[in-house]
């Protein structure tokens, strides 16, 4: 049962322009939501948050929304930076328990220059 | 700060061997979690310690597995008589007591069952 789920596996978008990663769940227990980057031989850098009292957060070019009636969240990322090639995981907790992370099964960014 | 660090990065092994995998959360981080990545999925939860007491384990954490934290620093993750379907990175992650929901994560440590 896949409690978080990323449907698009990779995504490819042209250097300047918007990604949009998208992000799926089915527990309406949950309470906060993390994006993660990770390239590969490392493990998933911290990237942005939010709670479920919110339906956007920012910081810089990085923006998540969250949809709780649809139960869905984005990343936005604008411009897009070669960069910011990597695998993006969403990841959803809930915080009145242990706060381990439920994530979904990542989407490859390519960014093209 | 250094970040959360873990030692080996990287180990091969022969099936039925033990392997004892090391992480240094980030100094004062009370809370360690330990994940596992197999190819093409994202992290699944393995176990969770608050200082040194083990407060969670995922059914995925067969009795081959142990997972030990004995003065609240550093974790270490025992696999005994490991299996090549044990085959995986192994993440931990911690975090601290002031913003409990975000997790920073080690580099991990990539096991290769022969």
């Known amino acids: 049962d896949q409690q978080v789920k990323q449907n698009s596996p990779s995504l490819s978008v042209q250097e300047g322009r918007i990604s949009i990663l998208n992000c799926d769940y089915t527990?309406?227990?949950?309470?906060?939501f993390l994006w993660y980057k990770k390239y590969p031989a490392e493990g998933p850098t911290f990237l942005i948050s939010?709670?479920?009292?919110?339906d956007k957060n920012e910081d810089g070019r990085f923006t998540v929304f969250l949809n709780k009636s649809a139960k869905h969240l984005s990343l936005h990322i604008v411009p897009s930076q070669p960069g910011d090639s990597a695998v993006y995981f969403c990841?959803?907790?809930?915080?009145?328990?242990?706060?381990?992370?439920?994530f979904g099964t990542g989407t490859r960014l390519k960014v093209l220059a | 700060d250094t970040g959360v660090s873990q030692d080996p990065r990287h180990k091969i092994t022969k099936r039925g061997q033990n392997v004892t995998f090391r992480c240094d959360p980030i100094?004062?981080?009370?809370?360690l979690y330990w994940y596992r990545q197999t190819l093409g999925q994202g992290p699944e939860f393995l176990t969770y310690?608050?200082?040194?007491?083990?407060?969670?384990k995922s059914r995925l954490l067969s009795d081959r597995f142990s997972a030990e934290r004995p003065k609240g620093s550093f974790s270490t993750l025992e696999i005994q008589r490991t299996e090549q379907g044990d085959s995986a990175m192994y993440l931990c992650?911690?975090?601290?007591?002031?913003?409990?929901?975000?997790?920073?994560f080690g580099p991990g440590t990539r096991l290769l069952v022969l």
């Open positions: 992650a911690s975090s601290n007591r002031v913003v409990q929901e975000t997790q920073y």
């Open positions: 527990n309406s227990m949950f309470d906060y």
């Open positions: 939010i709670s479920s009292i919110k």
């Open positions: 990841a959803a907790v809930t915080t009145s328990g242990t706060y381990k992370y439920i």
């Open positions: 100094s004062e981080h009370n809370r």
């Open positions: 310690f608050q200082n040194e007491a083990q407060l969670e």
